[in-house]
């Protein structure tokens, strides 16, 4: 999918949320254990009550990955249901060489048709560079993540810039925004319009609103550009907002609130 | 798979040997086109063939990844058929928050059963973390990494010294020379007396000998501590030594020639 496609699906639909599927056989609710493909079941309804309010649905591997390959059949069969319009990311945070990184853009631009990929920038170029050589096909790059952790090292201060601000800016370098977005965490927002002033042009993906915390207002304020700019995700949040028969439509509901407040954006 | 059992391996064989399976279907002989699992067939005959001569084997899951879920198979296959005291590394470079990174944990240390995995480093402590609460299991931090991409941030001053080895020290902190260790490139050989300064004790996993150009000689006079401490990575150097029928005896010599060199130093 390319930027204007992302872009018509916005303005379409005044949404720019993007759903997490993170679907766990632990959370998800206990009468769908009874079905064949549990998981695929769960997606399945979530994606049908929520399409026609978000833009992106974003399964997050390692829910997949723990279950073997009943998993990976689960996370095919959700790719393939998701509608064609709607952007799909890989949230697989992979990184690495040369080669191996090839394999990996082939894995999730190929072997599973997703239309982007989140990747992690420790390895540098050649463990990037290799994703963005796959028409209308996307690298998410972590920039400045929502997580605790984020301070370890993103923080540090590089030749008088934190390490993120430089990572971000590096990145942007081996591609354009038509096959780059970062990941920046809602929880930082304040960061967000330093961020973007080293990258006015790129889509960022955003997580960490809601359960974690972060404000949709104030990621907002500082993120949007004139092309929105913007995809925020949300999981827990929407996913396991019920855990009843009704999950689906509990599920509904809260994307619709934020859809709600997203539309004044948009 | 704890240190004492590693080192006795590693005493026994007189090797401190990994051999990476990056096993790949244009890659392997032809022949073996014809079997129902190419891939595992390929990895069976190199186990069959160096079993005496390594320490560690080494999946790159993106070779696996890529098949989509037969490649996941042929992965489970091959973990099961590498005999118990030999140490099994996921090379999957995995790297997210809390709850996720558990996901990606049991993934390797339950669903199949490895006894480590690499990890990447960028999203901080409790991205690693979730890997060191598994009893005998590991997790293998990128510290230094043996690729090009490696000068893009990875050597970027960060309160006076590089960034790795400000990663190295801190993510040391957060667990034990029993459940950490680190991937420190052989590209790079003479870092190494650098790092070994911060960490004295821990395993390095070393990558980048042979195909990449690194030097075992200089990587094991930089590298080596009092248990040995260094498990040095060889992929397609010994894999593909041979591409005919008798491929497997060609990896066998490759391995050898290795190990000849390193019981030396054992």
């Keep these: 999918m390319n930027k204007e496609e992302l872009l018509a699906q916005i303005r379409k639909k005044g949404s720019f949320l993007c759903i997490g599927l993170d679907a766990d056989l632990n959370k998800i609710p206990k ?8 998981i695929f079941e769960f997606n399945k309804r979530i994606i049908d009550a929520t399409k026609d309010l978000c833009v992106a649905y974003k399964p ?39 080669n191996t990184a090839k394999k990996y853009a082939e894995t999730f631009f190929e072997t599973y048709a997703f239309d982007s990929v989140t990747v992690a920038p420790y390895m540098g170029e050649d463990s990037v560079a290799p994703f963005l050589n796959f028409s209308g096909k996307w690298a998410i790059v972590l920039g400045l993540t929502s997580n605790q952790g984020a301070f370890d090292f993103q923080y540090l201060q590089t030749e008088e810039r934190p390490l993120h601000l430089h990572v971000i800016e590096k990145v942007a370098s081996w591609g354009t925004d038509r096959n780059l977005m970062f990941v920046v965490g809602a929880t930082k927002a304040e960061e967000l319009a330093g961020i973007r002033k080293v990258i006015p ?8 609103v809601g359960a974690q915390g972060g404000s949709l207002e104030d990621v907002c304020n500082y993120g949007l550009n004139d092309e929105i700019g913007l995809l925020v995700n949300s999981s827990r949040g929407i996913i396991y907002a019920g855990d009843q028969e009704d999950f689906d439509q509990k599920a509904r509901e809260a994307a619709l609130k934020m859809q709600q407040q997203m539309k004044q954006y948009v």
């Design 60 to 98: 997050n591997l390692a829910f997949y990955e723990c279950l073997g390959e009943a998993g990976w059949v689960s996370l095919r069969k959700t790719v393939n249901y998701i509608p064609k319009e709607i952007f799909t990311i890989a949230d697989a945070k992979r990184g690495d060489i040369g």
């Design 201 to 208: 042009e790129h889509f960022l993906l955003v997580p960490g």
């Design 31 to 38: 009468f769908l254990l009874d079905f064949e493909d549990p």
